[in-house]
Each structure stands twice: as structure tokens, then as C-alpha cells.
């Protein structure tokens, strides 16, 4: 009666010290633990002590006996992702914590941290920093709200993901811990006022915009990014009003990562499902009107290449409200996987490619090998012309060309372009146009890339690493700028005298 991680896990390795055995992998310290997707717990080592249960900030570990029908399917994928069986040490290792040398609580100076954004990273770089004595942080945010994206961001019917809210309640609990909310670094309060009333300034402002997609038509009214239409359904102040239609039968999304399949889903869900769910009533009411049958979601490359994880895939996968297709012009091919994650990717969609259509059901098709070439149209979108693309290998990297003469066009009311995000520079803080991050070196933040060190000011979360990665991810993320941070204290190389003269 093994426990059982399932599609929540936003792999912040909480779980991995909770564990007597150590049978949950990768750990921080092993090399996939960068690339994993989700964490898995080995069967035949799992003493079903419950331990890591408590410690998952998410709810994404069930024992085996409580799975839900749609979550059966993750007891054979923990199981086939522990085999073979990895040799590992009795217990995890502990990564060392860096300490806050010199008491300076005692001494009546705290160590003053601003924070700016309060998105995941920021409240991981808090709870890293509140660890210590005589830390004090300010939190900043531009929106009357915190949590960034993990309120904003993650889709309403993943109700467990979004219950990492609660674990960042109990940070912002925490005695050290103040908010400034609705307050924008930049333009309400510049960077100098910041460095001069703090010792250390850390920057978690994520990316906050969507990559653009430059073909021919993508400004017509019904032409919008994935980002509108997240942050309409989420009721994020910049976008409760936007006006998506839903008046035609079919709606096209363009790229296929994890934010593709969370739109598609949404908009494939009958509202009555959604109902109780955190959705805006504002997009609730929208979608009860919807006349949407039909979300094709593109992927320019192949199957092999897919940006969504298998979680979220195999999650789609299992809801039988659904219609889920395939439609991959050269096949699956099993022998293009890169890994055993990709291997099984390609074993569910080739599951679900053969299976029969369920008419009568909203459909969601996963259309591969189809680029973007115009979207079409008036005053306001009618389709989008596609074309079929041929996969080439350059450098290592798999790369989409179209084909000639095989141009098609889908009608639709709504294109959605789901491309990736991107950072926004903060005035008067260095940032790299080429990567949308602030440029840096182990979390501290540099003049420009590769350049020199700016005194007392750190990075952490998407604005560092670029827009990759899950919630947890940003945990061993802040781990590693709070540890610099840590490091320059103890080294005198903080305080605010030197901060205001920079
Ligand atoms: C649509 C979507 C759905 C996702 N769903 C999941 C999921 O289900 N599970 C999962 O594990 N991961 C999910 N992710 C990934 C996860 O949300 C990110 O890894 C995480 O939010 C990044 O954290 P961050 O703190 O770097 O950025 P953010 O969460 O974007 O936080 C940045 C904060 O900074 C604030 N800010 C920006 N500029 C300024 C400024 N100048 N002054 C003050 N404040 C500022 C913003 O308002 C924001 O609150 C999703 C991502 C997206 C885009
Ligand atoms: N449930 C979850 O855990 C969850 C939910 C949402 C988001 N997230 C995470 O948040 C991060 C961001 O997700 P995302 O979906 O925004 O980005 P993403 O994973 O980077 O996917 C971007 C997609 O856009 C495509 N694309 C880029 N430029 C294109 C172009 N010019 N024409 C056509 N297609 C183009 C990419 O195709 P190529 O691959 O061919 O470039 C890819 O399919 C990811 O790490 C994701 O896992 C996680
Ligand atoms: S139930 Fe106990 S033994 Fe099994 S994975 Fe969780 S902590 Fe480890
Ligand atoms: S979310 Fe964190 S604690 Fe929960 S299963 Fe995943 S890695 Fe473990």
C-alpha cells in the first residue's frame, strides 16, 4: 500500500526530508531533480508512514488506497518512473544552511530585506531569510493582492495547486514579515528609495508579459494572448473586463505548453463544472453562454518536442467530459523520446490517438506539426491560416519548417497565442533584452550580463531564470540567491550607508 505523488506536484521537494527511507525522487541533489516534471515515490520501498503527506504543501500525495478513478494511472507512473531502482544513501541529503553570522537583532540593527514582487519566489526568498534572527523583509507588489501568479496564474479548477496559498499565509504570518501591496517599484517608489531605507533589495518581479507572435493579422479584435484570457478567468485587475468571444465553434491556440492545455481545458469545461471553483463570476458567466465545441491547440514541432509535462497531459487525459484527439501528420514515433518522461508522453498520446471519439463532448485537438501564418479576418477574427511543417535538426535542436503548398485554413472566433512569457524591466535596475531576465551571477544582480556585481541587490524566481519551471521550482531557486545574500552580509558587504550611496 504504497503513497502515491499524483498531477499537483509542483516539485518543491518538500516531501524529500520528510521521508524515513528516502524512496522519493530525484532529490534536490540529483541531476534530474532540474528536469523533472513531478516527484514520484518509489513502491517497493514506501513504508506508507504517511510522513510526507503533511509535508506537501499542495496535497499531491494520496495513499494508493484513496486515488481517485482519474488518479489510478498515477500508481503505475510512480511505479514505472522508480524502475529501475536507483541506488540512494538511507536518508536524503540535507543541503548546509548558511547562517546570519553577526547577531544583528541583538545589536538593534536588523537586517533590513526589501522584497519586490510577492509572487512564489518572493515568499520563498522570505521564509528563507525569516529563518535567520534579526532578518526583518518588506514585500512589495504592484496589485492590491499577492501571490503573483500562483493566484493569477494557476487555472481555478486545479483547486489543490492553488492551496500553496495557505503555505505562504503561514510565511507572511511569520514576525519579520510586512506587505506593501499596490505599491510599483519603478514608478510609486524608485529603486534608489529602496536600496536607501533597506540593507539588501531582492527582485522576484517574474515575467510579466506574453512574448509577442508576429504574423500578419494578430492585432484584429478576437486575436488576444493566453495571458488575457488567464488572467480574465482568474479576475486579475488588468484584465477582469476583456472581452473574449466565444461566439464561434471553434477557438485555435497557438503554442502547446502547459498554459495552451490549461486554456483549452477551461474553455472546454461546461461552467456548471466550474462553478465551484475560484473562477471570476465576470468570465463564469461568459463561459455559460459560450457556443465553443471545439479548442485546437498547435504545436509547430512534433509530438517528441511537446511543451506540455506529462501530468497535466496525463490529467486531460483522464476526464471523461472531454473529447481529447491527436492529430500528429508523421506519427508517434516511441524512439524519438530524449528521456523515460518523454517515452511515457509519447505512450499516452499514442493512447489516446487511438482511441474512438466521444461526439457529444467538447473536443480538445492536439495538433502537431502545424505553424501559425496569418490570422484572418476583417474587423475581428474569422480563422487562421496554418501551414504544415517538416522537422529539422540543427546543432542538436529540433526545428520546425513549413512545407510549401500545405497552407490550410481553420475557421475560428478566437486565436489565442500561448507563446511564453516574458520579463518586464524595473527602471534604474540592469536587465538583458536578449533573455528578458536581470542579468546575474548565482542570484546576484550584475551591472549587465557577465558584468560587474551591483552591491546589495539579488534576483530570484522567473526574472532570473526566465519563464520555466513550476511553483516549487522557485523554492531551490530562492534557496540559492538567499544563500549569496547570506554570504555578503556576514562579509560586511551590506548596510544601508553604503546602499544609499549607490
Ligand atoms: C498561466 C500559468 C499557470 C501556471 N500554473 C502552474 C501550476 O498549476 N503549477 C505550477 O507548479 N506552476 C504553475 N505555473 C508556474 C508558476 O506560476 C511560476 O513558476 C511562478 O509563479 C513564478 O514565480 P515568480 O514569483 O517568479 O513570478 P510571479 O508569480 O509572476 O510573481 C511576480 C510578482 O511581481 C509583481 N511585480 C512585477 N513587477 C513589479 C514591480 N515593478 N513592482 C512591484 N511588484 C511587481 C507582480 O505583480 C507579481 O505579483 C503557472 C504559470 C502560468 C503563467
Ligand atoms: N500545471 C503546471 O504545472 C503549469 C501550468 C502552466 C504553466 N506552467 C509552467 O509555466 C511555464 C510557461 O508555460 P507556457 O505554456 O507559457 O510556455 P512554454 O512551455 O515555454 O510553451 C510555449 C509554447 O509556445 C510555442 N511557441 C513559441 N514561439 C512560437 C511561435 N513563434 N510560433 C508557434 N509556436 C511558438 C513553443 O513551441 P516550441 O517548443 O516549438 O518553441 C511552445 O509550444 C512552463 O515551464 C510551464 O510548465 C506549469
Ligand atoms: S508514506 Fe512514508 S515512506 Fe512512503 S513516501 Fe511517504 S514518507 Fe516516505
Ligand atoms: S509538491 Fe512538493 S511536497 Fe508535494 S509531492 Fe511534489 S515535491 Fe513532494
Redesign the pocket.
Known sequence: MPHVVT?AC?ADASCVHACPVNCIHPTPDEPDFATA?MLYIDPDVCVDCGACVGACPVGAIVPDDRLTTGEQVFLDLNAVLSTPSRPYPPQAPVPPIRRLENDRGRAGHPLRVAIVGAGPAALYTADELLRQPGVEVTVFDRLPVPHG?ARH???PD?AR?RSVTDLFTLIENQPGFTYRLGVEIGRDLGVDDLAAHHDAVVYATGAST??P???PGAGLPGSMS??QVVSWYNAHPDHVDARVPLDHERAVI?????????VARILATPAHSLAGTDISPVALEALRGSRVREIVV????GPA?????L??LIGLASRDDIDLRVQAPDGIDPGAASDRQRSLMLDCLADVAARPPRPGSPRIVLRFQA??VEVLGEDRVQGLRIAATELTTRDGDV??VPRPGTEEVLDAGLVL?????RGVPVPGVPFDPATGTIPHRGGRVLDRPGGSEVPGAYVAGWIKRG?????G?NKTCARETVDALLADANAGLLGRAGAAGR
Do not use: M
Open positions: 498531477q509542483c516534471e501568479l496564474g494557476v487555472a486545479h495547486t506574453d512574448r507572435l508576429d504574423i493566453a495571458t497557438v503554442g502547446n505548453g502547459n498554459v495552451a492545455l490549461d498547435l504545436g509547430r514541432r518536442q511537446a511543451a506540455f509535462t501530468p497535466e505553424a501559425p526545428r520546425a497565442r500561448s507563446v511564453g512569457y519563464p520555466r519551471g513550476f511553483i521550482s
